[in-house]
């Protein structure tokens, strides 16, 4: 797929995603609200624009990675929105972890627009992001995954087609509310190692590789101990999740009570101040009590 792509959206993720794309030599045009968070990019030869109207105007396949689906509304509906100016044909993929049912409206006015969209939120926090070893999670039409798919490939590892639109919005949700009770557990399994009076680290050692393994263990964990809490992926953008999760929990008629708890307890550490820490952080909720 030779063609122009366009990133909107440079955060903590978008910014690494979009310079492994630069990496492999895509011309690639950028538009985030900040323009100092582009800099970087810029001084490898992105190209700016200063607005979404203009990516839309200048790229083959735009991807999004912003921060909440009222975000993702401005982006693809808004009257300078992607919907509105991006060329027939144009593939655009939104990445960020939003709502199914906004991924299947963004599906059918695309389809309207003689446009082809996906809906593909990943995993992996910003270790992932810059190693280029996300988990994507793709939904919409096939073919139009198909052919993405040699992009997904540069900033992703283990990628799966999920099925319709939606799909992989859905598919994310349960991806959230595996790590939202896990989180509990492996932060109280640092809690109990310390009362313990073991070396905890020591103890990261035996568990990680043994069926407690988990992504977060072995990457959150150590972060933990050593008082690192910059974000990997924020606070605030797992609440926004959690909710999704709950509110599509709710429509299908099932009760969610680990994800009920870590809900509240991510709440609670928020109004701690907490908002643009990373999830890693719920361990303060532990060691602010002791």
């Not at 309207?112 to 810059?130: N, Q, R």
């Not at 896990?182 to 310390?194: F, L, P, S």
């Not at 043994?210 to 990997?232: C, E, H, T, V, Y």
Request: hydrophobic share 40%.
């Amino acid at each position: 797929m030779e063609k122009t792509v366009g990133f909107i959206g440079l955060g903590v993720m978008g910014n690494s995603m979009a310079s492994h794309i630069m990496a492999e030599g895509y011309r690639t045009v950028v538009y985030t609200r900040t323009k100092q968070k582009a800099e970087n990019l810029l001084r490898k030869g992105a190209i700016w624009k200063s607005s979404i109207k203009e990516v839309a105007k200048a790229a083959d396949v735009i991807m999004t990675m912003v921060g909440y689906p009222q975000d993702v509304e401005e982006v693809y509906f808004g009257s300078e929105g992607l919907l509105e100016h991006a060329k027939e044909g144009s593939y655009l993929i939104d990445m960020t972890t939003s709502k199914p049912a906004l991924a299947k409206q963004i599906a059918k006015a695309a389809k309207v627009k003689l446009l082809h969209a996906l809906d593909a939120p990943v995993s992996g926090g910003d270790i992932g992001a810059k190693n280029g070893t996300l988990a994507i999670m793709v939904g919409g039409d096939r073919e139009a995954y198909e052919a993405c798919l040699p992009l997904f490939s540069i900033i992703g590892e283990n990628i799966q087609y999920q099925g319709p639109a939606g799909s992989g919005q859905h598919t994310k949700m349960c991806n959230q509310i595996a790590i939202a009770s896990g989180m509990i557990g492996v932060v109280e399994a640092m809690v109990y190692a310390k009362k313990a009076g073991l070396d905890p680290e020591h103890v990261l050692k035996s568990i990680t590789t043994g069926a407690a393994g988990s992504w977060s263990l072995s990457n959150l964990a150590p972060r933990m101990l050593k008082g690192d809490f910059q974000p990997g992926f924020y606070v605030k953008h797992f609440i926004k999740d959690l909710k999704i999760a709950l509110e599509e929990a709710e429509v299908m008629g099932e009760k969610m009570p680990g994800l009920e708890l870590a809900k509240t307890l991510y709440e609670k550490l928020a109004d701690q101040g907490e908002v643009n820490s990373g999830t890693q952080s719920l361990f303060k909720l532990w060691i602010d009590e002791n």
